[in-house]
């Protein structure tokens, strides 16, 4: 699949990449030249929250896809409304509710 994008971009991506990876968590930290940003995702009664994805960016790209998120969130909330922000508990557990049964 490729699709051409506002720059005039030809840019390619594959069935699996674009089903896309659920996340409810992500960790970010940085050194003088890098960010990296782990996209994580914690679901109920495993021990483990796992890693999904780690991109890294340089500080420049950082900055910019900051920007570029602020400006979708606005563009949402002006669509949608205003997005509910809800405090995360002090010590997010990586095992939070029962155990699921089938």
């Known amino acids: 699949m490729s699709e051409e994008n506002k720059k005039g971009l030809n840019i390619e991506i594959n069935n699996d990449v674009a089903s896309g990876t659920y996340s409810n968590l992500a960790m970010i930290n940085h050194s003088n030249s890098e ?50 922000d809800q405090e995360p508990p002090h010590n997010m557990p990586t095992n939070f509710g029962p155990i699921g049964e089938a």
């Open 35 to 84: 960010f990296v940003v782990d996209f994580i995702q914690m679901m109920p009664g495993m021990p483990k929250a796992q890693v999904k994805s780690r991109i890294i960016l340089t500080p420049q790209h950082a900055k910019r896809f900051m920007n570029a998120l602020q400006d979708n969130i606005n563009k949402f909330e002006r669509q949608f409304g205003d997005i509910k």
